[in-house]
C-alpha cells in the first residue's frame, strides 16, 4: 500500500520556538490518522504546513506522490477543518457549502446537487438557510465538516474537531466522524490532545512532543506498548515505580524486585521506569506469593469502574488499580481497609527513555 | 441608582445642551425669519430662506460640494484600506506605534498642514520644481488652485479617519476566515471580494461617512487650496455670515447641512449595530 501523504524531516521554527522539529510520517489512502499530543507540542502547525498556509524551513511534503511543499494552499487537493470552524458569518450554510465548489466553476444544479448532498451527509438538510450565528455548536461543526467534505478532498485535515462539544455531543460526533470517513473514503487527519478520543477514533496515531514524534502506531501499540515514560504517562492511566534493572528483576527501593516484561533487553544496572496499567493491578484480600500489602486511601466511583487508591506497606508508595464495578471487592473497598495487590510480569513494562 | 446614574450625567448633559442643542435649535428657527435691513434679523416668519436654498444657484454649489466630498472619499479609501490591511497584518507589538505614526499630523494644525501644500504644489513648488529639475515636464503643471489641489488637501487631511476605523474593522476579523477562503480554492482576488470585503463594510462605511461629512463642510481647503475660485458649502455658509451678513439664510444652509450629517451618521450608526449584534450571536 503506498502512502497518500508523505511528510519527510519536516521543520519549522517561530523565532526560537521549533514548534515542528523534524517529522517523519506517512498516511495511507482511507486512513484515519490522529495527532494526538500535549499543548504547545506543535500540531496546529504540522497541519497548517501540511495545508500549505506555513512553508517548512526543510524537508518535504508530498501527495500522491508528488512534490506540494511549494504548492499554494488553494492549488492544495486537501482541505483543512478549522479549530473555530472560521464559517463565513455573513454567507448562509448553502453558501458556506457552496463557496469551495463555486471556486472549481461548478455552477447552478450540479453545484445545488452536490451541495445538498454534503449537508444530507452530516443532516443538515432542513438548514440550509439559515446563518452560522443561529446554530448550535454542534450544527456549525458539521457545517464546517460539510463544506470540507464537499471538495471531495484526497486528505481532509481536521483541528480539534471535536474540541468545543460538550462530552456527551462529542461522543456522538466521534462515531459520526469514524462513519463519514469510512463512508467517503477520504483520508482524515484529525488532531486532538483528547488521548481517549484518538483511541477510539484512529486507525494509527502519532503522538507529537516538542515538535517530535514521540511514537506511532496503532491505538494499541501506543497503549500497550508505550516506547517511553512520556508515550505510557501520556495515554492512558499508569502507575510509575522507579528503580534499577537487577539479576532476575527490577530492583525498587523499599519494595524488593518486581517481576517485568522483556527484562533482557535492558542491561543490568541500568535505570528505568516501571509501568502498571491500573486495570493490572488484581487486588485480592488474601496473601498471596509475590503479592504486596497496601492500604486503601481512597477510591473513586466511576460507573462501569472503580479506581482504587492504595499507599503499598512500608515503603508508602503509591498505587492505583482499576477493578470492574462487578468485582467480588468492589462492594466493600473503603479507606483504611488492608489488600493485597500483585501483577502479572508481562504487565510491566521496563520503560529506559 | 437612576437618580446616581442621571447626577453623573448631568455634567456631559448641561455642556452638551448649552453648547450643541442650544445652538442648533437657534440655527433652525434663525432659519424662519427674515434678513433685516441692515444684516440684522427681522423676526417675522417666512419659509422664504428654504425656497431660496434649492434655488439652482446654491443647489449646484451643494452638488459640486458633494462631489467635491465623494471624491475625497474614494480617494481616501484607496489609500486607506492597503494602508488598514498592512497595519493589521503586522506583529501586535508593531501595530501601535504605526496607528500613532497615523494620528501624528494631528498634533500640528490643520491650517498650517493646509499652507503646506501651497508650498508642495504651486508653480514654483518642490513638485514642479523637481519635475522641471529632472526634465519630465517643460511646463509647471497646473496643481495648486483647482479641485485636484482640493482634493489632494481633504484627503491628506482626512485619511488618517478612513485608516483607523477600517484598521478597526479588519483587524477584528483576523487572518482566520480568509485562510479558510484560500483553503476552498480561492485566490486572494477572490477572497478580497467575496469575503475580506463584505466583512469590513461596516468599518468603510464609518470611514466613508467621517470623511465626507468633514470634507463637505470644509471651508479652509477650498479656500486656500482652491484660491477662493470655487465655492463649496461650507465657504457659502461662512460668506453668508460674515460677507453678506444674511444669518437667517446661512442659519437655513447650515441647518441643512447639519442635518444631512445627521441622517447620514445615523444611517451609519444603524448599520454598525446590526453588523455587531450579528457579531455578538456569532461569538
Ligand atoms: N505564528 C506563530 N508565531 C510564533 N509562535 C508560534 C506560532 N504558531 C505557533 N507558535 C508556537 O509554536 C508552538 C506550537 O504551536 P501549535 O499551535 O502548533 O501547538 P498545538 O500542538 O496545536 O497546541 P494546542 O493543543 O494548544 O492547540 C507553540 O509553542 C506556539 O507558541
Ligand atoms: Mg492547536
Redesign the interface.
Known amino acids: 500500500m503506498s502512502a497518500l501523504l508523505e511528510i519527510a524531516g519536516v521543520a519549522k521554527s517561530f523565532g526560537t520556538i521549533r514548534a515542528v522539529d523534524g517529522i517523519d510520517l506517512a498516511v495511507a489512502p482511507n486512513e484515519f490518522f490522529a495527532l494526538l499530543g500535549p499543548s504547545g507540542c506543535g500540531k496546529t502547525t504540522l497541519l497548517r504546513l501540511i ?1 500549505g ?1 506555513e512553508h517548512p524551513d526543510r524537508g518535504t511534503i508530498r501527495l500522491d506522490g508528488a512534490d506540494i511543499t511549494a504548492t ?3 492549488k492544495r487537493p486537501i ?2 477543518m ?1 479549530q ?1 470552524y ?5 454567507m448562509t450554510v448553502f453558501a458556506n457549502v457552496a ?2 465548489l463555486e ?2 466553476g461548478l455552477r447552478g444544479a450540479a453545484l445545488k446537487a452536490r451541495v445538498e448532498q454534503a449537508l444530507g451527509l452530516v443532516q443538515l438538510s432542513d438548514q440550509a438557510s439559515r ?4 446554530l448550535s455548536g454542534g450544527q456549525k461543526q458539521r457545517v464546517a465538516l460539510a ?1 470540507a467534505l464537499v ?1 471531495r478532498p484526497k486528505l481532509l485535515l481536521l483541528d480539534e474537531p471535536l474540541g468545543a462539544l460538550d462530552k456527551k455531543l462529542r461522543e456522538k460526533m466521534q462515531i459520526e466522524l469514524k462513519r463519514l470517513q469510512q463512508e467517503t473514503g477520504i483520508a482524515f487527519l484529525v488532531v486532538t490532545h483528547d488521548q481517549e478520543e484518538a483511541l477510539t477514533m484512529a486507525d494509527r496515531i502519532a503522538l507529537l512532543d516538542h515538535g517530535k514524534v514521540a511514537q506511532l502506531g496503532r491505538p494499541r501499540d501506543l497503549y500497550e506498548r508505550p516506547e517511553s515514560r512520556f508515550v505510557a504517562d501520556f495515554v492512558g492511566q499508569m502507575n510509575f515505580f522507579e528503580g534499577h534493572r537487577r539479576g532476575s528483576g527490577f530492583a525498587v527501593a523499599g519494595l524488593g524486585l518486581l517481576p517485568a516484561q522483556d527484562l533482557d533487553a535492558v542491561p543490568e544496572g541500568t535505570a528505568a521506569s516501571l509501568a502498571v496499567r491500573p486495570e493490572r493491578v488484581v487486588l485480592s484480600d488474601t496473601a498471596q506469593p509475590g503479592a504486596f500489602a497496601a492500604e486503601v486511601v481512597g477510591s473513586a466511583y466511576m460507573g462501569q469502574d472503580l479506581v482504587v487508591h492504595l499507599a503499598l506497606a512500608g515503603s508508602g508508595l503509591p498505587l492505583v488499580a482499576r477493578l470492574p464495578a462487578s468485582h467480588r471487592l468492589a462492594a466493600d473497598i473503603e479507606r483504611g481497609r488492608q489488600v493485597h495487590c500483585s501483577w502479572a510480569a508481562e504487565h510491566a513494562r521496563l520503560l529506559v527513555k | 441608582m437612576t437618580s446616581n446614574r442621571l447626577l453623573l450625567l448631568a455634567p456631559g448633559l448641561a455642556w452638551l445642551t448649552a453648547l450643541l442643542i442650544i445652538p442648533c435649535g437657534l440655527i433652525f428657527v434663525l432659519g424662519f425669519f427674515e434678513r433685516g435691513v441692515y444684516g440684522g434679523i427681522d423676526y417675522t416668519l417666512t419659509t422664504e430662506n428654504f425656497a431660496r436654498a434649492v434655488d439652482p444657484l446654491y443647489a449646484g454649489i451643494f452638488l459640486y460640494s458633494a462631489r467635491i466630498a465623494l471624491t475625497a472619499v474614494v480617494f481616501s479609501l484607496l489609500i486607506g484600506y492597503p494602508a488598514a490591511t498592512c497595519i493589521a497584518k503586522q506583529p501586535k507589538r508593531r501595530q501601535m506605534p504605526l496607528l500613532i505614526l497615523v494620528m501624528m499630523p494631528f498634533w500640528s494644525n490643520y491650517l498650517i498642514r493646509t499652507y503646506a501644500w501651497i508650498v508642495l504644489l504651486n508653480r514654483e513648488g518642490l513638485i514642479n520644481g523637481a519635475l522641471t529639475k529632472l526634465g519630465a515636464i517643460s511646463e509647471p503643471l497646473p496643481l495648486l488652485y483647482n479641485d485636484f489641489a482640493i482634493v489632494t488637501g481633504l484627503v491628506y487631511g482626512y485619511v488618517p479617519f478612513m485608516i483607523l476605523a477600517l484598521y478597526s474593522s479588519i483587524s477584528k476579523l483576523g487572518p ?2 480568509a ?9 486572494s482576488w ?1 477572497t478580497f471580494l ?2 475580506t470585503l ?2 469590513t463594510l461596516p468599518g468603510i462605511a464609518a470611514g466613508s461617512v467621517f470623511v465626507f461629512v468633514l470634507s463637505i463642510g470644509n471651508f479652509v481647503t477650498p479656500d486656500l487650496l482652491g484660491g477662493g475660485k470655487r465655492t463649496m458649502l461650507g465657504n457659502l455658509i461662512y460668506d453668508q455670515f460674515l460677507t453678506a451678513r444674511d444669518w437667517p439664510f446661512g442659519a437655513t444652509l447650515a441647518f441643512l447641512l447639519v442635518a444631512l450629517m445627521m441622517v447620514l451618521l445615523t444611517c451609519q450608526a444603524v448599520f454598525v449595530h446590526r453588523s455587531a449584534t ?2 455578538e ?2 461569538a
Open positions: 495545508a498556509f499554494p494552499p488553494n482541505n483543512l478549522f473555530s472560521a464559517l463565513f458569518p455573513h463557496y469551495g471556486m472549481e446563518k452560522p450565528h443561529q463544506r471538495k | 482566520e476566515l485562510e479558510a477562503s484560500t483553503d476552498l480554492g480561492a485566490d477572490r467575496r469575503i463584505p466583512l450579528q457579531e450571536a456569532r
